[in-house]
């Protein structure tokens, strides 16, 4: 059986390797209304963080599963299943579905650089999505702790904009205060990405990541998504032992949440 190359696989790849009986494709997307595309990869299922790939009734947006195994399973997911996950150009959500798999104990999950445009580009075919449930699978792998909270705290990198985390901008979410965390540092997920939506090389993202790239860094972002786009960038990188903050502003932005808040460029 063949394996992922790396966190990041290409459209080239997905082609070749597209009808291996042990390879699951996922569309990752955000839908409240449960709507989506028409068409995507054949054979694709649906990661939707709006539903089960986020807790239900969790206080803070796109809080992690308290079981983070069972909605992968559920698209027929098991321990030793490639997974490749896609998004729409430009999206941010593939990276959040790579990290929740990585937090799952799967072992072989990538994303799909540049995602459906990529794949388009290549000549990939797109086919109408089949909603049918499949068989379930089984992860038997230990969960990973990839994620932190705030009294847990590091080297926080930032991924939301220059003009958000200085506080020159409003935050979308309302009710948050505008700033960021004492300490931290940004790098905005647009940074780490080419234009066509496709990642940096590791060379070009070593070098943003040269000032204050360590090991042990812990990302935030508005609420834990954009914060996976810079942490897959990290692991491209070279870097260990990364964390996802999943509270992210929406949690110490609150005006209640005890935390300070610092504005301007600096960290």
């Known amino acids: 059986m063949s394996t992922l190359p790396t966190p990041l696989v290409d459209a080239a ?47 803070l947006p796109h809080t992690a599963p308290t079981n983070l ?5 559920q698209l027929g997911i098991s321990s030793d299943t490639k997974v490749v996950i896609y998004d729409n150009p430009k999206g941010f959500f593939a990276a959040r579905i790579w990290w929740l798999g990585l937090a799952a104990g799967l072992d072989q999950v990538a994303v799909l650089d540049g995602g459906l445009v990529a794949w388009e580009k290549a000549g990939g075919e797109l086919a109408p999505f089949n909603l049918s449930a499949p068989l379930a699978g ?43 965390i004492p300490g931290s540092v940004n790098l905005p997920y647009t940074e780490v990405l080419n234009d066509d939506g496709t990642f940096r090389s590791p060379v070009e993202l070593q070098e943003l990541f040269a000032d204050f790239g360590s090991d042990n860094m812990h990302f935030s972002c508005g609420s834990g998504v954009t914060a996976c786009i810079d942490a897959l960038a990290a692991t491209l990188a070279g870097y260990k032992n990364l964390k996802v903050y999943d509270g992210s502003w929406s949690e110490w932005g609150r005006p209640n949440s005890g935390f300070e808040v610092a504005e301007g460029d600096a960290g």
């Open 138 to 180: 089984k992860i038997q792998s230990k969960l990973r702790p990839l994620f932190v909270d705030a009294d847990g705290l590091g080297l926080v990198v930032d991924a939301r904009s220059a003009e958000r985390f200085a506080g020159t901008a409003p935050e979308p979410r309302p009710g948050l205060r505008a700033g960021h």
């Open 13 to 59: 790849w997905l082609i070749d390797h597209l009808n291996d009986e042990d390879l699951v494709v996922v569309c990752a997307l955000s839908s409240r209304s449960g709507r989506i595309p028409d068409a995507g990869i054949p054979g694709t299922r649906i990661a939707n963080i709006e539903a089960e790939f986020s807790e239900p009734h969790a206080e």
């Open 69 to 73: 195994q069972a909605p992968f399973e």
